[in-house]
């Protein structure tokens, strides 16, 4: 018995050692790595000062129409990430496509990440730009700040386009995510280790091997920061201040809802109801899954164009 609980214990030493020599080498490859991937990072857009912090901007194209763009949460780089849907509306529309503090190349902020302050921050990007009169289009969590953005700004946007965007009262937003234990994963490298081994998706032709190269560098940097578990860990409160809210209803919207959303049933249902609560509301479900925008970029584009030719013809 004795040599058995003696083997148990320099068996139960050697696998704590092991560990904790492989998290060493993590940690140290993630901080050499990070310093080392500074200059590698690919340089694009603007920045303009928002609360002291550099927000990072593109502005892509010209016509009638502004469209400004805002990401789906923990979006890496949304630049990139946009840049199929960019390519396509840029060629008769200026699509403004905007980095929210923590996101892409900004700055990261200590500025609690609710719905209040994102809104406050993009506005205030929009001012410094001189842009006043613009169609919103976002991305999944976009679908929460754009209800505060068109609370508070009824006159400056013309149409909400929604691409597979979160609805208050959709279902499991009451989570609470375990940060401090994320923050850990990200110091011990090993949330990079994870994009190594799984990669980053956008498998799709829309994306080249350099786009994939730099969203990974792009994500090793904000993935799991400080400013990405902070607006982590505001969701549940961000959606339940959501609870019950409309867009106003002069604005026009258009939904583009995920089809066939197996872990929500409901979820072209939700999008109805959203529309529904507008005198000018449509939506168009779309086969595929949450990153419509990354695989049917052309089809949103082209049903946006249709939809809007009359719409935005004159001031809403």
């Known amino acids: 018995m004795k040599k058995f609980v003696k083997r148990a214990l320099v068996s139960i030493v050697a696998v704590t050692a ?4 492989a998290l060493a080498t993590t940690t140290v490859v993630n901080v050499v ?25 593109v502005i892509a194209g ?4 502004d469209i400004v763009l805002l990401p789906g949460f923990g979006t890496a780089s949304p630049v990139i990430d946009f840049s199929p849907l960019v390519d396509d509306l840029a060629a008769d ?20 990440r609710t719905t209040a302050n994102i809104v406050t921050e993009v506005h205030d990007a929009l001012e410094q730009l001189g842009i006043d009169r613009y169609v919103l289009m976002g991305h999944s969590i976009a679908g929460i700040y754009a209800l505060e953005m068109a609370a508070r700004h009824p ?15 959709q279902p499991h937003m009451d989570t609470e995510f375990p940060t401090d234990l994320l923050a850990a994963v990200r110091a ?8 190594a081994v799984g990669g980053v998706g956008y498998e799709t032709d829309a994306y ?33 201040d959501a609870e019950g809210r409309t867009f106003p209803e002069h604005l026009p919207v258009l939904l583009f809802a995920e089809a066939d959303n197996a872990s929500n049933p409901d979820w072209v249902a939700l999008h109805e109801a959203q529309a529904e609560s507008v005198a000018d509301g449509a939506v168009i479900p779309v086969p595929g899954g949450h990153y419509l925008h990354h695989t049917h970029a052309t089809e949103i584009a082209e049903d946006f164009r249709t939809w809007s030719s009359e719409r935005m013809t004159s001031p809403q």
């Open 18 to 21: 092991t560990v904790a020599v």
């Open 33 to 57: 790595a990070s310093e080392s991937e500074k200059d590698a990072i690919d340089s694009y857009g603007r920045f303009v000062t928002v609360d002291g912090r550099r927000m990072n901007v």
């Open 62 to 65: 010209t016509g009638p129409t």
């Open 93 to 112: 529309h200026r699509v403004i496509v905007i980095e929210p503090l923590g996101y892409g190349l900004s700055d990261g902020t200590e500025s609690a």
């Open 155 to 169: 006159e400056e946007i013309q149409a909400f386009v929604g691409i597979d965007t979160s609805v208050p009262g």
């Open 188 to 195: 011990l490298g090993l949330a990079r280790a994870v994009v």
């Open 208 to 240: 080249s091997d350099h786009d994939r190269e730099q969203i990974a560098m792009i994500s090793n940097r904000t993935s799991m920061a400080p400013t990405y578990l902070d607006e982590m860990s505001h969701i549940a409160s961000n959606f339940a």
